[in-house]
């Protein structure tokens, strides 16, 4: 399975008409932020929003989207930044995000009423599109990554810190965990390998990949153990 031409640049290149993902860089550490589709019921969700929202809201008007969900891989703030500028602009709008990210949340963002916490398995409906929970523990440990069905012929997996394109997330900070992210690893391996992945940062010269390629190029999915991940420069 070829990766969607839109995807297939050097740099981010925001929505395409009816393509069901769209994607954006945004900030100084070149996070990915995405819009996700539903071009016949015009309904859209976001994936980890950053503080400068104006270009994805640009193209919602245009095409007259309603806004209806905020999905958080996990809490780090270039990955929420975007967040209260959101909840002021749509106040009704559930954020995602699993109960162990919570810590890192504002007190003014989890008194609103928006929080709607996700768990393992998890479906959320955007339109007729499907976006199912994983939890992938191993950066953070609430971190999920988000899989999205409805989409033929293409299956989307954002997968925020967990994986990045030949690379994967560091465990060094608070909550993050080697054998966590080793086990995490060994779950993405299960997925459909046609599946793009669609990580939450910019650090290679692609801005998207398949599990496919991931599992055969990537050095953390060659890793045969905790000990090898733990090893990895």
Request: glycine fraction near 8%; hydrophobic fraction near 35%; aromatic fraction near 8%.
């Amino acid at each position: 399975m070829k990766i969607p031409q839109h995807l297939t640049e050097d740099h981010a290149t925001g929505l395409i008409e009816n393509e069901p993902v769209a994607q954006f860089e945004i900030g100084n550490y070149k996070n990915f932020v995405y819009l996700v589709l539903d071009w016949t019921a015009k309904k859209a969700g976001i994936v980890d929003p950053q503080y400068d929202l104006s270009l994805p809201f640009e193209y919602l008007e245009k095409y007259g989207f309603e806004l209806s969900a905020i999905f958080l891989t996990h809490t780090h703030g270039d990955h929420t930044a975007g967040v209260p500028e959101l909840v002021k602009k749509i106040p009704g709008i559930p954020i995602l995000v699993h109960r162990d990210e919570l810590h890192r949340l504002d007190d003014t963002t989890q008194n609103r009423g928006n929080i709607k916490m996700i768990r393992d398995g998890d479906s959320i409906s955007i339109g007729q599109l499907r976006m199912k929970t994983l939890h992938t523990p191993g950066h953070s440990s609430g971190e999920c990554s988000f899989l999205l069905e409805g989409a033929p012929p293409y299956t989307y997996l954002f997968t925020g810190d967990t994986l990045f394109i030949r690379d994967c997330g560091r465990t060094d900070l608070p909550t993050g965990s080697n054998d966590q992210m080793f086990q995490s690893l060994q779950r993405l391996k299960k997925l459909p390998r046609e599946a793009i992945v669609l990580p939450g940062h910019h650090y290679r010269t692609a801005c998207a990949s398949t599990l496919e390629q991931e599992i055969r190029e990537s050095p953390p999915f060659q890793c045969k153990s905790v000990e090898d991940l733990a090893a990895l420069p």
